[in-house]
């Protein structure tokens, strides 16, 4: 199945994927294999939005779910 996802640029220090793009995955996939999928590492993000709802770690997605991951707030 099909799903978009957005990732925030602070992930590319991880070599994950980054912006907006279309990624094939498997049925029953959750939240922390997609983030395995994409090498990022669980501990550095602060929210996964589906759907424009916040979801946890065990949510498993849907044909065509609109996925955003970013990272904790970093200050400067």
Known sequence: MKIGVE???FFK???????KFELEIEKN???LTL??????????????IVNQ?????????SDNDS???TPFATGG
């Not at 990022?40 to 993000?45: E, G, M, N, Q, R």
């Not at 979801?55 to 498993?60: F, R």
């Open 7 to 9: 990732v925030n640029d």
């Open 13 to 19: 220090r991880y070599g994950s994927r980054v912006g």
């Open 29 to 31: 996939t959750d939240v």
């Open 35 to 48: 983030l395995q999928k994409l090498n990022i590492p669980a501990d550095k993000v602060g929210f996964v």
């Open 53 to 61: 709802k916040k979801v946890d770690n065990t949510y498993i997605f």
């Open 67 to 69: 996925v955003y991951i």
